[in-house]
């Protein structure tokens, strides 16, 4: 059995571990010293944390903090005096002994808290300037200033831990689908076509006068293209793009797990990514079950008002129509004559003082009444001589109301007040953690998969005309194939999100492989210009496979890996929500004679175009 | 030692095995199914490569080949019409009995050559119209129909081996700087400011009238500030941009295997690189050795005319000087007398015959001297009665020329001489091998790093005036720092090219990690305006550590591996060399509306105006 541990060693440790001082100077990272180094002469590499007294110092590098004792002996004053002057966020080099901390001496709280290293030589590599803020006050600084000195905030802990961590996730990925399950790692174009609608793509002008190629907001057309060409198991970690002007927490450029297989159902992608991520998720994250619970898209709209539900916890939407089919109340009436007309409602516990406090938050002109349990048992509401004893009760009932808990309830069109039911439940949600109610455990994980989307929806400008609900190579659900020539506001798709904790982390679908289909999809029901996508029509008449796949949004899963409160947190060098760089203040100014080989000139806006645009 | 053996199984093979049937409706891929599958029920998923008399046909997948038997019994026959009715590249899934082949049949150029799979039931999954060419034609085809029709170039072997080999030796490379060595993989924005000097960067137009982001040519500002950010050991398989217009066998957007890391060397680099390619490089290609050889900048012009030296071969330049001090030809004397002047000359072997048929290849207009040694150990050339003997068998000597060897000589100064002579001898060397003679192993990988590069060149235009000799970030050489102060145009870099056959396939340096010499490079020496890099000189201050890094071309250098004649041939879809996708055909033109948001309006050139820039 000896030879059988030295097995396990061999196939466990051996490929993890990792030579961080292989190539350079140093001969220990500051992070690995401990008490079994004891005796040893290191040579460490790092910035002065901070310098106590003349007495000792803490170093740091990417991998930790080690103390350095700097000696006071006569002989050594010279090396003391290099020490003491040199700046905080000086770079050093310290040659030194390894010794135990005096005992009682030893810092727990730090993984090189066992041991010091007394200074026999050092060197400073250069020297630091004043500081515009401190290293280690991540959570102190404005954001702005953050991004101006990006390259100090990433010397903080948390910044390195998260950087480090998304790039061993991915790599973990990489494994899994490349090593272990023969996936193909394709670089597809980012200089590419306008696509039908693709009026979020950055556009980039050619040497060629009035031609433009566009920064693809994904390679949809490539991965399925790569199907026909039979590479059959496809991935990239694709850097995609969009121009959506300002919004807060999206980024100009952003990167996905992309990833498209041939012969392939949605059971299979499924399957597939649920073994990716149990496979790369980081082991201090505790493991996470498969396979993810699914749901369907209505089942999602109605107990949670959004097609992303946060399943940590409850406060889903009942239906409450049976019990105020015969209420006397107006609204309730006219809610229920409507087409789609319904009554729902959400209970929320100890709600009731929630409510006193934060009534502004209840937007009661949306039609939305409210309902307090009191400790005697009753329902206190504005609208409570309106109904009657077995109404109230029923619905204290319905919504397994308690003592102190706040009922809303919604009634009109089904979308609308699931919708708006969705979003107070979020919303007091975070209401009543604020108040110190543990609702949602911060270390859980809960992933879900919502499926049976429409593949269509109405146009929000003009309902008669439908759109694709994703995009428009989506194919159908197969039980709904013949309702696409008949009724296609009625299919559903063969689409599925991957939700985690209420956020959408990723997408995908089985797509369309045949010809006629997608060419119907396009002409006849979405009314498109065929003419940007004709390569592609083509392709699919030269043997396409059945084909599918899904992407994953990897700065949205790694911010929610590790808690950050920011995809700017999982991202070097994120742009701010204008979209510009503030260290090095991108987007700028240009000279024109460098746009002259493209054929362009700025249209500077007049006042008169300024007002109309804002 | 049977438990060593597993145990050396368990290491060597269990993270090879690749599951490529798993999350898919196939049981096995066409690649797999050997004599020990004989009895299974499989079922595969392919393309229709072609079909015999309706007895059999063969089915193809992305890893290979299997032969189908047509059932021909009379309960089969809608299981025969279905299968022959099929086109050629039709998508089937066929379910069936893996039988041997019949004695004498096997195959033995086919891995799957002992079997055969005997339909059960098949389905056509897309029928294929008739194609433009035949998939087995790879080297046939146009490469404009090859590029229009992509996706069915990409089902040939050839492409699809390129494109597996790629993705492998790329997750080897991952592998080696993330498992192995601890290198941190950071994704750095792509829509980023101009540099100085940056004429060659693709611009974005932004929202904001008049401001335009760049596509960089490398990650290089952010890798620095990584270092200064202490991330120590940055990797990244970067995406590139490089507006050339039209160049041959130049892509408007490629990919470098890009490293940065902190307190390394010049060695410490080297010494990665050379680790980084052995652990990455394909079995299949053989072994290469390390350390690779090293030459300086000087030597490799000296030599070989040219800093990317193609080692595979000798017919080096030698340097005759002293032989032809005395000579009474002018020429020969007024190219001594420059500043810089010599006399080289390179022996081609077997020349002679060579010269006689190709003579207008060599340029005697050039100052091209030729000789060529006759059997009778006499040289023939129209220079001879101006030589006397000694110097004629001096030059024999000196050059090692044997009979009907062609010596060509050049006189002039250094540079240029050196030059003409490196084209020559790589213009005469590919002659040579037309005519078959074995020059260059094709089998055969030489690495060769070149370093001690001059930091600066004087401009082409104005040769008073310095420029970086690679970019404005290199460090100085170590020797020669002080002399950046006073003769800058003599100092060498500490940059380094690494070369393979002849191609540059990388180049890197240490970095300039203090603020004011980067400064003084910057202001004094190349007279740029600092305002476009203030971030990053003031980001110098703030205790920059040394660093130095490289980039590996990927394209390059897997066009190398594969030997394939094009780095179009190792990109799934490239750009044509006027920077054109021939399939979707961008770029292409966009209505003026679209470009409204980005306050840009196409400046149509004028017929004069198009004239001037022909």
Request: glycine share 6%.
């Amino acid at each position: 059995h000896r030879i059988l541990h030295q097995l396990h060693q061999l196939v466990q440790i051996a490929p993890r571990r990792v030579h961080f001082n292989s190539f350079v100077s140093r001969t220990k990272t500051c992070g690995e010293l401990r008490s079994c180094h004891v005796g040893q002469e290191v040579t460490l590499c790092g910035w002065i944390q901070y310098q106590r007294h003349g007495l000792f110092l803490v170093l740091r590098d990417f991998q930790g903090l080690t103390q350095i004792i700097i000696p006071q002996d006569e002989a050594s004053s010279h090396l003391k005096k290099v020490l003491c002057d040199a700046p905080v966020e000086s770079v050093v080099r310290v040659t030194g002994l390894v010794t135990s901390r005096p005992s009682g001496q030893s810092n727990p709280r730090m993984p090189t808290g066992d041991i010091e290293v007394k200074a026999k030589t050092a060197e400073v590599l250069n020297s630091c300037k004043k500081l515009p803020f401190e290293i280690k006050d991540f959570v102190k600084k404005t954001e702005a200033l953050r991004m101006q000195y990006r390259y100090l905030d990433l010397r903080s802990f948390q910044m390195q831990y998260n950087l480090k961590l998304r790039s061993q996730v991915v790599m973990r990925m990489r494994e899994y689908l490349c090593n272990l399950h023969g996936f193909v790692d394709v670089e597809t174009p980012t200089l590419f076509k306008r696509t039908p609608g693709g009026a979020k793509e950055f556009v980039v002008p050619s040497r060629e006068p009035g031609k433009f190629y566009s920064l693809p907001q994904s390679p949809q057309q490539f991965k399925q293209l790569l199907m026909i060409g039979g590479l059959d198991r496809y991935f990239q970690v694709a850097r995609c793009y969009r121009d959506e002007g300002s919004k807060s927490d999206r980024q100009p450029e952003f990167t996905q797990i992309d990833i498209e297989m041939s012969f392939v159902d949605q059971a299979g992608i499924q399957c597939l990514i649920e073994g990716l991520l149990q496979y790369s998720w980081p082991e201090e994250r505790g493991p996470i079950t498969t396979p993810f619970p699914s749901m369907s898209y209505a089942e999602a709209l109605a107990s949670y008002g959004t097609d992303k539900p946060d399943t940590r916890f409850g406060m889903k939407i009942v239906d409450v129509n049976d019990i105020f089919k015969s209420a006397e109340l107006g609204f309730l009436q006219n809610a229920l004559n409507m087409p789609q007309g319904t009554i729902q409602a959400i209970c929320i516990p100890q709600g009731a003082e929630l409510f006193m406090l934060h009534i502004c938050a209840f937007p009661s002109q949306q039609g939305i009444l409210h309902f307090i349990l009191r400790p005697d048992g009753t329902l206190k509401s504005p609208v409570s001589r309106f109904l009657n004893e077995k109404q109230k009760s029923d619905l204290i009932k319905a919504v397994k109301a308690e003592v102190d808990d706040l009922v809303l309830l919604a009634a009109g069109e089904h979308m609308e007040v699931c919708s708006i039911l969705g979003k107070l439940r979020l919303e007091t949600a975070d209401l009543l953690e604020a108040r110190g109610l543990a609702l949602r455990d911060p270390a859980a994980f809960h992933f879900l998969w919502v499926v049976d989307f429409p593949l269509f929806l109405p146009k929000e400008k003009n309902p008669v005309e439908l759109e694709s609900a994703h995009h428009p190579f989506t194919a159908p659900h197969p039980s709904d194939a013949d309702l696409l020539y008949t009724e296609p506001a009625k299919v559903r798709s063969q689409h599925y999100d991957l939700v985690l904790n209420g956020s959408e982390i990723g997408g995908g679908s089985i797509r369309i492989h045949n010809a006629k289909q997608q060419r119907f999809v396009l002409e006849a029901v979405l009314k498109e210009d065929t003419e940007l996508l004709s390569h592609l029509l083509e392709a699919l008449e030269y043997g396409a496979p059945p084909h599918g796949g899904i992407a994953l949004g990897l700065d949205r899963l790694i911010c929610l890996i590790t808690g950050a409160s920011s995809i700017r947190d999982v991202i070097a060098f994120p742009k701010s929500f204008k979209g510009r760089d503030l260290m090095s203040n991108a987007p700028d100014y240009i000279v024109p004679e460098e746009l002259e080989p493209y054929h362009i000139q700025v249209a500077w806006p007049t006042a008169q175009a300024e007002v109309k645009t804002n």
